[in-house]
T-cell receptor, first 112, second 112 residues
């Protein structure tokens, strides 16, 4: 079956603009995660959705970041008033319940 | 949180076996040992995981020390496509530490 997909694959935006990043998890996976990875750095956890439970937002770096998961499937990560330090690869992963995480290819965000 | 220690880099020749070590001396009895890898410009990819016994799958083998304080990821015949950063992480049995935290991992270079 299809893996995790993300769109867009690349996004260039100007400082101060809002951006939306989309993630389509593997069908049937109840858990969905957002991470970001800056150049040459490790993985930074952002937010976690599990079924209908309240999401774990503890990794969101500021209130400019928010995420939704509609219908237990597709998720959107929104960054408002983007800053240059937001430039990174944003990775989405999904898992069956809480288990092995399968990652998408990522969205490369560049804020000019 | 239980932590892992890996060499920064390793080098191998094509079609030779590669043994990637990981130390996790503070592992708890309920922690699974997971390995992920990240190819250049791609999202992380699950490789293998185990608890106590050695494990084999189509990608690799995982050898776990009797005291579980270390493990070794074995690629039986390295190919150029195996060049990646390999991450060893611990995930609790209940999945409580689902926030994957990748450190710097081991950068594997495969020479033709």
């Amino acid at each position: 079956g299809a893996g995790v997909s993300q769109s867009p694959s690349n996004k260039v935006t100007e400082k101060g603009k809002d951006v939306e990043l989309r993630c389509d998890p593997i069908s049937g996976h109840t858990a969905l995660y957002w991470y970001r990875q800056s150049l040459g750095q490790g993985l930074e956890f952002l937010i976690y959705f599990q079924g209908n439970s309240a999401p774990d937002k503890s990794g969101l770096p500021s209130d400019r970041f928010s995420a939704e998961r509609t219908g237990g499937s597709v998720s959107t990560l929104t960054i408002q008033r983007t800053q240059q330090e937001d430039s990174a690869v944003y990775l989405c992963a999904s898992s069956l319940d809480v288990g092995t995480q399968y990652f998408g290819p990522g969205t490369r965000l560049l804020v000019l | 949180d239980a932590k892992t220690t890996q060499p920064n880099s390793m080098e191998s020749n094509e079609e030779e076996p590669v043994h990637l070590p990981c130390n996790h001396s503070t592992i708890s009895g309920t922690d699974y040992i997971h390995w992920y890898r990240q190819l250049p410009s791609q999202g992380p990819e699950y490789v293998i995981h185990g608890l106590t016994s050695n494990v084999n799958n189509r990608m690799a083998s995982l050898a776990i020390a009797e005291d579980r304080k270390s493990s070794t990821l074995i690629l039986h015949r390295a190919t150029l496509r195996d060049a990646a950063v390999y991450y060893c992480i611990l995930i609790g049995r209940g999945g409580s530490n689902y926030k994957l935290t990748f450190g710097k991992g081991t950068l594997l270079t495969v020479n033709p």
